[in-house]
Structure formats: structure tokens, C-alpha cells
């Protein structure tokens, strides 16, 4: 069973920066397509990020971002430690919320819910001074 396991959460002030972890246990998360959402208080869940899963040398990982956060968030993978992450930095109010990891299979990298097979709890990130 798929089971994903966010960390890195917590309360930053406006322009700081936080680096959130989207860890799994029993398989590799070199063999799904990785996505980041995240659900403010009272709106619907939405895309931040995706990074692809990764096939050969010549064809490998390719990575979208919503336009919101572009620019400022960076998300990449660590084979080694099984870890996708996703590093915030410049972090705005509009920021804040809780922060899920989704897994899917395939190469597929889009910022779609119904895309998503697997999904984390969650994680709060929380932007204020």
C-alpha cells in the first residue's frame, strides 16, 4: 500500500522560507509522479507543484508550478533518502495552509486532483508576522 508522509511545516514570518518532505515507506518513489497541493482555510484544494517520475538518463524528470508560486518554490527529488521535496522561499500570507503530497503512476506531471491516486495527511504551513 501507497503510504505518503508529509513534514516540514510550521510558522514563518512573511519572506521566510520553509522546506516541506514528502516521504514513503515499502516502495520507491522514483517509480510515481509526485505532486504537491495545498488547501487554505474555507477554498479548495489546489496545485503548487509536480515533478515527474523519471525513466532514463536522456528522458528524465520534468517539473510544473503553479503560476502563484513560480519562481519562488523549487521542487526536486532524493533517490537516496526516498524523498521528494519542496522548497518555499519568499513565502507570502496567501501561502498558508495545509500542504499534501500525492502519488500517481506514470510520467504524467499535471496540477489536477482526480490525476492523483495516492495522497498524504498533510502538513500546516502557516505565513504571518
Known amino acids: 500500500q501507497v503510504q505518503l508522509v508529509e513534514s516540514g511545516g510550521g510558522l514563518v514570518q512573511p519572506g521566510g522560507s520553509l522546506r516541506l518532505s514528502c516521504a514513503a515507506s515499502?516502495?520507491?518513489?522514483?517509480?510515481?509522479?509526485i505532486g504537491w497541493f495545498r488547501q487554505a482555510p474555507g477554498k479548495e484544494r489546489e496545485g503548487v507543484s509536480c515533478?515527474?517520475?523519471?525513466?532514463?538518463?536522456?528522458?528524465?524528470?520534468?517539473?510544473n508550478y503553479a503560476d502563484s508560486v513560480k519562481g519562488r518554490f523549487t521542487i526536486s527529488r532524493d533517490n537516496a533518502n526516498n524523498t521528494v521535496y519542496l522548497q518555499m522561499k519568499s513565502l507570502k500570507p496567501e501561502d498558508t495552509g495545509v500542504y499534501y503530497c500525492?502519488?500517481?503512476?506514470?510520467?504524467?506531471?499535471?496540477?489536477?486532483?482526480?490525476?492523483?491516486?495516492?495522497w498524504g495527511q498533510g502538513t500546516q504551513v502557516t505565513v504571518s508576522s
Open positions: 515533478i515527474s517520475r523519471g525513466t532514463t538518463i536522456l528522458y528524465g524528470y520534468y517539473a
Open positions: 515499502a516502495f520507491s518513489l522514483d517509480y510515481y509522479t
Open positions: 500525492a502519488a500517481v503512476g506514470g510520467r504524467r506531471c499535471v496540477l489536477l486532483e482526480p490525476t492523483y491516486d495516492y
